[in-house]
C-alpha cells in the first residue's frame, strides 16, 4: 500500500515538472497565451468564482415567493423531484432547494482552504446540476417548432445552462480532488 502511494506521489509530481516545463517551451504567441492562462489557474478561479456566485444568487432568489412559483413546473414535471413538492408544498420546498445551493457554495469556497469541503461542493451541484438538467426532457416547452424545425426555447437554453454547470462541479470535484491527494500525500 504504502508503495503505490509512493508510486502516486512521484507521477503528480512528474506531472506538476511537465507542466511546468511545457510552460517553459511554449513558443508561439498562442501556446504562450495558454500556457499563461493554464499558470495562473484562470479556468479553476473563473469555474469556482462563477459557480459560487450563481449559486449564492439562485438560492437565494429560489427563498423569495417569485422564486418559489418560478420552479413549480420544473420540479412538478419531473420524475426525479415530483414528490419534493408534495412533501413539503412549494414554499418550503424551494427553500430547501436554495439552502442546498446555498450550502453548496459555502463549501466550495471552504474548498480553497480545505479541498475536501470543495469535494463535497461539488458533489452536491453534481447531483443537483444532474436532477435539474433531466428536465430538458420532462418539463412541456422546452422546445418550439420554427418552420417545422425544434428549437430550444428559452425555458430549454435556461435549462441547458445546467448541462454545462454539471460540467463544472465534475471539473471542480478533479480539481479539489487533487488538491486533496496532494494534501494527504503530503500529510498536510
Do not use: C
Not at 506538476?16 to 492562462?37: C, E
Not at 459560487?52 to 438560492?59: E, N, P, R
Not at 432547494?97 to 453534481?126: F, H, N
Not at 487533487?178 to 494527504?184: D, M, Q, T
Amino acid at each position: 500500500m504504502n508503495r503505490a502511494m509512493s508510486e502516486q506521489s512521484m507521477n503528480e509530481e512528474k506531472q506538476d515538472l511537465v507542466s511546468a516545463d511545457i510552460s517553459t517551451k511554449a513558443r508561439s504567441s498562442l501556446t504562450r497565451l495558454a500556457a499563461w492562462i493554464s499558470d495562473r489557474n484562470i479556468p479553476f478561479l473563473a469555474a469556482s468564482i462563477g459557480m459560487i456566485v450563481m449559486l449564492f444568487w439562485a438560492g437565494a432568489y429560489k427563498m423569495t415567493a417569485p422564486g418559489a412559483e418560478g420552479i413549480i413546473p420544473l420540479v412538478s414535471n419531473s420524475p426525479l423531484t415530483s414528490w419534493h413538492f408534495k412533501v413539503f408544498g412549494p414554499y418550503i420546498g424551494s427553500d430547501i432547494i436554495g439552502l442546498t445551493e446555498i450550502s453548496a457554495a459555502v463549501l466550495i469556497i471552504v474548498g480553497y482552504l480545505r479541498p475536501k469541503a470543495g469535494i463535497i461542493g461539488g458533489l452536491i451541484t453534481t447531483v443537483m446540476f444532474f436532477t435539474t438538467s433531466t428536465m430538458i426532457i420532462t418539463t412541456p416547452g422546452t422546445t418550439i417548432s420554427v418552420h417545422g424545425i425544434r428549437y430550444m426555447s428559452f425555458l430549454g437554453l435556461f435549462l441547458f445552462k445546467d448541462v454545462i454547470s454539471l460540467a463544472v462541479s465534475f471539473y471542480l470535484i478533479s480539481y479539489f480532488g487533487r488538491k486533496a491527494i496532494l494534501s494527504e500525500s503530503t500529510g498536510q
